[in-house]
Protein backbone atom coordinates (compact mmCIF):
# COMPACT_ATOMS: atom_id res chain seq x y z
CA UNK A 1 0.00 0.00 0.00
CA UNK A 2 2.76 2.34 0.99
CA UNK A 3 4.16 1.42 -2.81
CA UNK A 4 0.46 2.81 -4.27
CA UNK A 5 0.97 5.69 -1.67
CA UNK A 6 4.13 7.05 -2.68
CA UNK A 7 3.59 6.31 -7.02
CA UNK A 8 0.24 8.34 -5.99
CA UNK A 9 2.02 11.11 -4.53
CA UNK A 10 4.81 11.45 -7.84
CA UNK A 11 2.12 11.24 -10.24
CA UNK A 12 -0.13 14.27 -9.23
CA UNK A 13 2.14 16.09 -6.20
CA UNK A 14 -0.86 15.06 -3.87
CA UNK A 15 -1.78 12.39 -1.44
CA UNK A 16 -4.65 9.96 -2.10
CA UNK A 17 -7.40 10.60 -0.12
CA UNK A 18 -9.15 7.10 -0.51
CA UNK A 19 -7.56 3.40 -1.27
CA UNK A 20 -9.99 0.75 -2.12
CA UNK A 21 -8.91 -3.08 -2.95
CA UNK A 22 -11.25 -5.88 -4.37
CA UNK A 23 -10.38 -9.34 -5.37
CA UNK A 24 -10.78 -11.61 -8.70
CA UNK A 25 -12.61 -14.68 -8.47
CA UNK A 26 -12.89 -18.08 -9.59
CA UNK A 27 -15.94 -19.81 -10.60
CA UNK A 28 -15.96 -23.28 -8.74
CA UNK A 29 -19.34 -24.32 -10.82
CA UNK A 30 -22.18 -22.78 -12.67
CA UNK A 31 -20.69 -21.79 -15.65
CA UNK A 32 -23.26 -19.53 -18.22
CA UNK A 33 -25.82 -19.62 -16.01
CA UNK A 34 -25.69 -16.07 -14.65
CA UNK A 35 -27.13 -14.30 -17.71
CA UNK A 36 -30.10 -16.95 -17.34
CA UNK A 37 -30.55 -16.23 -14.11
CA UNK A 38 -29.37 -19.18 -12.67
CA UNK A 39 -27.21 -20.03 -9.88
CA UNK A 40 -23.46 -19.84 -9.91
CA UNK A 41 -21.10 -21.06 -7.13
CA UNK A 42 -18.20 -18.75 -7.43
CA UNK A 43 -15.48 -17.66 -4.23
CA UNK A 44 -12.88 -14.69 -4.27
CA UNK A 45 -9.30 -15.36 -4.55
CA UNK A 46 -6.62 -13.93 -2.73
CA UNK A 47 -5.29 -11.72 -5.98
CA UNK A 48 -6.31 -8.63 -5.78
CA UNK A 49 -6.29 -4.75 -7.60
CA UNK A 50 -5.88 -1.53 -5.40
CA UNK A 51 -7.49 1.69 -7.06
CA UNK A 52 -5.69 4.99 -5.01
CA UNK A 53 -8.04 8.21 -5.92
CA UNK A 54 -7.90 11.49 -4.89
CA UNK A 55 -10.05 14.92 -5.59
CA UNK A 56 -8.81 17.23 -8.32
CA UNK A 57 -9.36 21.12 -8.90
CA UNK A 58 -10.72 20.98 -12.35
CA UNK A 59 -13.41 18.84 -13.79
CA UNK A 60 -10.84 16.30 -15.60
CA UNK A 61 -9.94 12.39 -14.88
CA UNK A 62 -6.59 11.05 -14.88
CA UNK A 63 -5.72 7.29 -14.81
CA UNK A 64 -2.01 6.13 -13.97
CA UNK A 65 -1.11 2.27 -13.90
CA UNK A 66 1.61 1.62 -12.46
CA UNK A 67 1.58 -2.30 -13.93
CA UNK A 68 0.93 -1.12 -17.11
CA UNK A 69 2.97 2.48 -16.73
CA UNK A 70 0.33 3.89 -18.89
CA UNK A 71 -1.38 7.16 -18.64
CA UNK A 72 -4.63 8.29 -19.33
CA UNK A 73 -7.45 10.58 -19.75
CA UNK A 74 -10.98 12.26 -19.82
CA UNK A 75 -13.15 14.99 -19.06
CA UNK A 76 -16.37 14.70 -16.85
CA UNK A 77 -18.60 16.03 -19.69
CA UNK A 78 -17.56 14.32 -22.48
CA UNK A 79 -16.68 10.21 -21.48
CA UNK A 80 -17.36 7.30 -24.32
CA UNK A 81 -15.66 4.41 -24.58
CA UNK A 82 -12.55 4.56 -26.24
CA UNK A 83 -10.37 1.22 -27.58
CA UNK A 84 -7.69 2.95 -27.05
CA UNK A 85 -8.40 3.69 -23.66
CA UNK A 86 -7.81 0.02 -22.83
CA UNK A 87 -7.86 -0.55 -19.16
CA UNK A 88 -9.28 3.09 -18.37
CA UNK A 89 -12.39 2.10 -19.92
CA UNK A 90 -13.52 0.37 -16.65
CA UNK A 91 -13.33 3.26 -14.22
CA UNK A 92 -14.38 5.45 -16.94
CA UNK A 93 -17.51 2.92 -17.52
CA UNK A 94 -18.12 3.18 -13.64
CA UNK A 95 -17.90 6.95 -13.57
CA UNK A 96 -20.13 7.65 -16.65
CA UNK A 97 -22.98 4.78 -14.96
CA UNK A 98 -22.80 6.88 -11.78
CA UNK A 99 -23.31 10.22 -13.81
CA UNK A 100 -25.90 8.73 -15.24
CA UNK A 101 -27.88 8.07 -12.00
CA UNK A 102 -27.85 11.42 -10.94
CA UNK A 103 -24.40 11.17 -8.48
CA UNK A 104 -22.54 14.27 -8.37
CA UNK A 105 -18.97 13.87 -8.66
CA UNK A 106 -15.58 16.49 -9.69
CA UNK A 107 -12.78 15.59 -11.01
CA UNK A 108 -10.45 12.53 -10.04
CA UNK A 109 -7.07 11.66 -10.08
CA UNK A 110 -6.43 7.77 -10.12
CA UNK A 111 -3.33 5.56 -9.50
CA UNK A 112 -3.76 1.63 -10.17
CA UNK A 113 -1.84 -1.39 -9.08
CA UNK A 114 -2.69 -5.08 -8.49
CA UNK A 115 -1.60 -9.01 -9.23
CA UNK A 116 -4.50 -10.52 -11.22
CA UNK A 117 -4.00 -12.18 -14.03
CA UNK A 118 -4.99 -9.88 -17.12
CA UNK A 119 -7.20 -11.42 -19.20
CA UNK A 120 -7.06 -14.67 -17.80
CA UNK A 121 -10.98 -15.08 -16.89
CA UNK A 122 -9.99 -13.99 -13.34
CA UNK A 123 -12.10 -11.13 -13.43
CA UNK A 124 -9.92 -8.54 -12.83
CA UNK A 125 -12.19 -6.37 -14.70
CA UNK A 126 -14.80 -6.98 -12.81
CA UNK A 127 -12.68 -6.16 -9.72
CA UNK A 128 -10.98 -3.06 -10.78
CA UNK A 129 -14.81 -1.70 -11.84
CA UNK A 130 -16.13 -2.54 -8.03
CA UNK A 131 -12.49 -0.78 -6.27
CA UNK A 132 -13.58 2.15 -8.35
CA UNK A 133 -16.63 2.32 -7.25
CA UNK A 134 -15.84 1.48 -3.65
CA UNK A 135 -13.16 4.04 -3.77
CA UNK A 136 -15.57 6.94 -5.37
CA UNK A 137 -18.56 6.24 -2.98
CA UNK A 138 -16.34 6.79 -0.05
CA UNK A 139 -14.56 10.00 -2.00
CA UNK A 140 -17.82 11.75 -2.83
CA UNK A 141 -19.99 10.22 0.24
CA UNK A 142 -22.43 8.57 -1.87
CA UNK A 143 -23.17 5.75 0.11
CA UNK A 144 -23.63 2.91 -2.05
CA UNK A 145 -23.62 -0.47 -1.09
CA UNK A 146 -24.07 -4.06 -1.64
CA UNK A 147 -25.84 -5.50 -4.45
CA UNK A 148 -26.57 -2.16 -5.91
CA UNK A 149 -23.05 -1.58 -6.22
CA UNK A 150 -22.52 -4.95 -8.08
CA UNK A 151 -25.37 -3.74 -9.97
CA UNK A 152 -24.17 -0.57 -11.19
CA UNK A 153 -20.65 -2.13 -11.75
CA UNK A 154 -22.13 -4.80 -13.74
CA UNK A 155 -24.13 -2.04 -15.68
CA UNK A 156 -20.56 -0.37 -17.42
CA UNK A 157 -19.22 -3.86 -18.27
CA UNK A 158 -22.76 -4.16 -19.88
CA UNK A 159 -23.49 -0.74 -21.89
CA UNK A 160 -20.02 1.12 -21.26
CA UNK A 161 -17.60 -1.60 -22.34
CA UNK A 162 -20.10 -3.54 -24.31
CA UNK A 163 -19.58 -7.09 -22.90
CA UNK A 164 -23.28 -8.41 -21.88
CA UNK A 165 -21.87 -9.99 -19.11
CA UNK A 166 -24.20 -12.00 -16.23
CA UNK A 167 -24.08 -10.10 -12.20
CA UNK A 168 -21.63 -12.83 -11.26
CA UNK A 169 -17.89 -11.52 -11.45
CA UNK A 170 -18.99 -7.79 -9.80
CA UNK A 171 -21.33 -9.65 -7.09
CA UNK A 172 -18.28 -11.87 -5.42
CA UNK A 173 -15.61 -9.47 -5.68
CA UNK A 174 -17.88 -6.83 -4.06
CA UNK A 175 -20.36 -9.52 -1.39
CA UNK A 176 -17.31 -11.99 -0.85
CA UNK A 177 -16.64 -13.38 2.77
CA UNK A 178 -12.96 -14.74 4.02
CA UNK A 179 -12.74 -18.32 4.02
CA UNK A 180 -16.46 -18.89 1.82
CA UNK A 181 -17.87 -19.57 -1.44
CA UNK A 182 -20.79 -17.89 -2.39
CA UNK A 183 -24.10 -19.61 -3.81
CA UNK A 184 -25.77 -17.13 -5.60
CA UNK A 185 -29.20 -16.66 -7.09
CA UNK A 186 -28.58 -14.37 -9.58
CA UNK A 187 -32.25 -13.96 -10.01
CA UNK A 188 -33.46 -12.23 -6.70
CA UNK A 189 -29.87 -11.98 -6.18
CA UNK A 190 -30.60 -14.09 -2.38
CA UNK A 191 -26.91 -15.35 -1.73
CA UNK A 192 -25.45 -17.66 1.20
CA UNK A 193 -21.83 -17.73 2.17
CA UNK A 194 -20.60 -21.42 2.78
CA UNK A 195 -17.79 -22.16 4.75
CA UNK A 196 -15.07 -24.11 2.19
CA UNK A 197 -13.28 -25.73 5.18
CA UNK A 198 -11.41 -27.99 3.04
CA UNK A 199 -7.96 -28.53 5.06
CA UNK A 200 -5.36 -30.05 3.14
CA UNK A 201 -7.49 -30.39 -0.36
CA UNK A 202 -6.51 -26.94 -2.01
CA UNK A 203 -8.47 -25.03 -4.97
CA UNK A 204 -5.79 -25.02 -7.91
CA UNK A 205 -5.44 -22.59 -10.60
CA UNK A 206 -3.86 -23.28 -13.83
CA UNK A 207 -3.53 -20.41 -16.86
CA UNK A 208 -3.77 -21.95 -20.06
CA UNK A 209 -2.33 -18.45 -21.19
CA UNK A 210 -3.94 -19.54 -24.34
CA UNK A 211 -4.74 -15.71 -25.87
CA UNK A 212 -9.17 -15.21 -26.06
CA UNK A 213 -9.24 -13.41 -28.96
CA UNK A 214 -13.17 -14.74 -29.49
CA UNK A 215 -14.09 -14.42 -26.25
CA UNK A 216 -16.29 -11.69 -25.94
CA UNK A 217 -17.78 -12.21 -29.50
CA UNK A 218 -18.45 -15.79 -28.43
CA UNK A 219 -20.04 -14.91 -25.19
CA UNK A 220 -22.61 -12.11 -26.46
CA UNK A 221 -23.38 -14.94 -29.48
CA UNK A 222 -23.79 -17.66 -26.50
CA UNK A 223 -26.42 -15.00 -25.23
CA UNK A 224 -28.15 -14.49 -27.31
CA UNK A 225 -28.65 -18.21 -28.27
CA UNK A 226 -29.98 -18.75 -24.73
CA UNK A 227 -32.55 -15.79 -25.53
CA UNK A 228 -33.79 -17.00 -28.65
CA UNK A 229 -34.27 -20.19 -27.40
CA UNK A 230 -36.37 -19.06 -24.37
CA UNK A 231 -38.54 -17.04 -26.48
CA UNK A 232 -39.34 -19.81 -28.57
CA UNK A 233 -40.03 -21.86 -25.20
CA UNK A 234 -42.39 -18.88 -23.96
CA UNK A 235 -44.91 -19.92 -26.88
CA UNK A 236 -45.70 -22.88 -25.24
CA UNK A 237 -45.15 -21.78 -21.14
CA UNK A 238 -44.56 -18.62 -20.15
CA UNK A 239 -40.87 -17.85 -19.08
CA UNK A 240 -38.61 -15.10 -19.18
CA UNK A 241 -34.83 -16.86 -18.71
CA UNK A 242 -33.92 -20.66 -19.03
CA UNK A 243 -34.07 -21.01 -15.74
CA UNK A 244 -37.65 -20.92 -16.11
CA UNK A 245 -37.53 -24.18 -18.08
CA UNK A 246 -36.62 -28.04 -17.40
CA UNK A 247 -35.20 -30.65 -19.45
CA UNK A 248 -38.64 -31.79 -20.49
CA UNK A 249 -39.63 -28.45 -22.04
CA UNK A 250 -36.58 -28.56 -23.82
CA UNK A 251 -37.23 -31.93 -24.96
CA UNK A 252 -40.97 -31.33 -25.73
CA UNK A 253 -39.82 -28.31 -28.03
CA UNK A 254 -37.00 -30.46 -30.69
CA UNK A 255 -37.81 -29.72 -33.95
CA UNK A 256 -38.45 -26.31 -32.92
CA UNK A 257 -35.41 -25.16 -31.72
CA UNK A 258 -32.44 -25.73 -33.95
CA UNK A 259 -30.17 -28.66 -32.60
CA UNK A 260 -26.92 -27.14 -31.93
CA UNK A 261 -28.83 -24.17 -29.54
CA UNK A 262 -31.19 -26.81 -27.99
CA UNK A 263 -28.04 -28.68 -26.88
CA UNK A 264 -26.78 -26.06 -25.51
CA UNK A 265 -29.78 -24.84 -23.34
CA UNK A 266 -29.47 -28.51 -22.04
CA UNK A 267 -25.99 -27.20 -20.26
CA UNK A 268 -27.77 -24.30 -18.69
CA UNK A 269 -30.43 -26.13 -16.99
CA UNK A 270 -28.46 -29.38 -15.71
CA UNK A 271 -25.55 -26.51 -14.90
CA UNK A 272 -28.31 -25.22 -12.53
CA UNK A 273 -29.30 -28.20 -10.53
CA UNK A 274 -25.56 -29.31 -10.45
CA UNK A 275 -24.84 -26.20 -8.10
CA UNK A 276 -28.06 -26.99 -5.83
CA UNK A 277 -26.17 -30.62 -5.58
CA UNK A 278 -22.72 -28.91 -4.94
CA UNK A 279 -23.69 -26.96 -2.49
CA UNK A 280 -25.78 -29.42 -0.89
CA UNK A 281 -22.49 -32.05 -1.48
CA UNK A 282 -20.38 -29.23 0.84
CA UNK A 283 -22.85 -29.06 3.67
CA UNK A 284 -22.01 -32.71 4.17
CA UNK A 285 -18.16 -32.45 3.23
CA UNK A 286 -18.39 -35.08 0.22
CA UNK A 287 -15.77 -32.97 -1.74
CA UNK A 288 -15.83 -36.53 -3.79
CA UNK A 289 -18.96 -36.02 -4.98
CA UNK A 290 -18.48 -31.73 -5.55
CA UNK A 291 -15.39 -32.81 -7.38
CA UNK A 292 -17.32 -35.03 -9.38
CA UNK A 293 -19.93 -32.36 -9.89
CA UNK A 294 -17.02 -29.90 -11.55
CA UNK A 295 -15.84 -32.37 -13.67
CA UNK A 296 -19.56 -32.74 -15.09
CA UNK A 297 -19.75 -29.26 -15.77
CA UNK A 298 -16.36 -29.32 -17.79
CA UNK A 299 -17.64 -32.18 -19.79
CA UNK A 300 -20.96 -30.63 -20.72
CA UNK A 301 -19.15 -26.81 -21.04
CA UNK A 302 -17.14 -28.56 -24.04
CA UNK A 303 -19.54 -31.23 -25.44
CA UNK A 304 -22.84 -28.99 -25.53
CA UNK A 305 -21.91 -25.55 -25.03
CA UNK A 306 -19.13 -25.97 -26.87
CA UNK A 307 -16.35 -22.88 -25.13
CA UNK A 308 -13.67 -25.18 -24.33
CA UNK A 309 -11.25 -25.60 -26.53
CA UNK A 310 -8.00 -28.45 -26.71
CA UNK A 311 -5.48 -26.46 -24.21
CA UNK A 312 -8.13 -26.23 -21.57
CA UNK A 313 -9.54 -29.78 -22.24
CA UNK A 314 -5.96 -31.50 -22.34
CA UNK A 315 -5.03 -29.47 -18.63
CA UNK A 316 -8.16 -30.88 -17.35
CA UNK A 317 -7.85 -34.37 -18.48
CA UNK A 318 -4.32 -34.34 -17.22
CA UNK A 319 -5.85 -33.31 -13.72
CA UNK A 320 -8.74 -36.29 -13.87
CA UNK A 321 -5.63 -38.80 -14.47
CA UNK A 322 -3.57 -37.39 -11.26
CA UNK A 323 -4.64 -39.50 -8.06
CA UNK A 324 -5.33 -37.29 -5.24
CA UNK A 325 -7.34 -34.88 -8.11
CA UNK A 326 -11.32 -34.91 -6.59
CA UNK A 327 -12.44 -32.55 -9.83
CA UNK A 328 -11.29 -30.45 -12.41
CA UNK A 329 -13.08 -28.21 -15.12
CA UNK A 330 -12.79 -24.95 -16.89
CA UNK A 331 -13.59 -21.64 -14.96
CA UNK A 332 -15.10 -18.83 -16.57
CA UNK A 333 -16.38 -17.78 -19.97
CA UNK A 334 -13.96 -20.34 -21.97
CA UNK A 335 -11.85 -20.03 -25.56
CA UNK A 336 -8.73 -20.60 -23.33
CA UNK A 337 -8.32 -18.75 -19.45
CA UNK A 338 -8.06 -21.00 -16.57
CA UNK A 339 -8.83 -24.34 -14.95
CA UNK A 340 -9.88 -25.06 -11.29
CA UNK A 341 -8.93 -28.09 -9.65
CA UNK A 342 -9.74 -29.36 -6.54
CA UNK A 343 -6.06 -31.17 -5.57
CA UNK A 344 -5.03 -32.92 -2.42
CA UNK A 345 -1.71 -30.67 -0.99
CA UNK A 346 -0.15 -33.69 -1.87
CA UNK A 347 -0.76 -34.85 -5.13
CA UNK A 348 0.52 -31.23 -6.77
CA UNK A 349 3.83 -32.29 -7.55
CA UNK A 350 2.74 -34.63 -9.80
CA UNK A 351 0.06 -32.75 -11.43
CA UNK A 352 2.23 -30.35 -12.19
CA UNK A 353 4.78 -32.72 -13.80
CA UNK A 354 2.09 -34.01 -15.82
CA UNK A 355 1.46 -30.86 -17.17
CA UNK A 356 4.74 -30.03 -18.50
CA UNK A 357 4.92 -31.11 -21.53
CA UNK A 358 2.07 -28.79 -22.20
CA UNK A 359 4.08 -26.44 -23.74
CA UNK A 360 5.94 -28.27 -26.05
CA UNK A 361 2.46 -29.24 -27.24
CA UNK A 362 0.29 -26.21 -27.54
CA UNK A 363 3.64 -23.02 -27.36
CA UNK A 364 1.96 -21.68 -24.00
CA UNK A 365 3.21 -21.68 -20.49
CA UNK A 366 0.84 -22.61 -17.98
CA UNK A 367 0.85 -21.01 -14.64
CA UNK A 368 -0.66 -22.32 -11.00
CA UNK A 369 -1.58 -20.98 -8.16
CA UNK A 370 -3.14 -22.18 -5.41
CA UNK A 371 -5.68 -19.94 -4.60
CA UNK A 372 -7.53 -19.06 -1.06
CA UNK A 373 -11.29 -18.10 -0.60
CA UNK A 374 -10.35 -14.41 0.24
CA UNK A 375 -12.75 -11.60 1.15
CA UNK A 376 -14.87 -8.83 -0.83
CA UNK A 377 -13.99 -4.89 -1.83
CA UNK A 378 -12.90 -2.78 1.07
CA UNK A 379 -11.62 0.81 2.04
CA UNK A 380 -8.05 0.14 2.97
CA UNK A 381 -6.87 3.81 3.32
CA UNK A 382 -8.82 7.44 4.38
CA UNK A 383 -7.23 10.45 4.09
CA UNK A 384 -10.06 12.85 2.91
CA UNK A 385 -8.91 16.52 3.02
CA UNK A 386 -12.16 19.01 3.69
C1 LIG B 1 -17.82 -14.26 -17.59
C2 LIG B 1 -18.94 -13.29 -17.23
C3 LIG B 1 -19.82 -13.87 -16.12
C4 LIG B 1 -20.28 -15.29 -16.46
C5 LIG B 1 -19.10 -16.16 -16.91
C6 LIG B 1 -19.54 -17.51 -17.42
O1 LIG B 1 -16.94 -14.36 -16.51
O2 LIG B 1 -18.43 -12.05 -16.84
O3 LIG B 1 -20.92 -13.02 -15.89
O4 LIG B 1 -21.29 -15.27 -17.42
O5 LIG B 1 -18.34 -15.53 -17.93
O6 LIG B 1 -20.11 -18.26 -16.41
Redesign the pocket.
Known amino acids: MNDLIRCHREEYGEEPEIIATAPGRV?LI??????NDGF?FPMAIDFTIFVAVSRRKDQHLRFYSVDFQDRKRAALSNLRFKKEDRWANYPKGVISVLLSRGYNLGGISFTVKGNIPQGA?L?SS?AFEIATAYALQKLFDLNLFGPYLARLAQEA?DNFVG?R?????QFISCMAKEGHAMLLDTRSLEYRHIPLNLNHVKILITNSNVPRGLVDSE?NQRRAECEKCVSILNLKKPGTALRDYTKEDLRDSMGLIPESTRRKCVHVVEENARVLEAELALSRRDIVYFGKLMSRSHESLRDLYEVSCPELDWLVKRAWETEGVYGSRMT???FGGCTVTLIEEKAIPVYKSRIELYERIFSFKPETFICKPSGGAKIIYENLIN
Open positions: NGEHTDYVGSAEVCGIMDYGAG
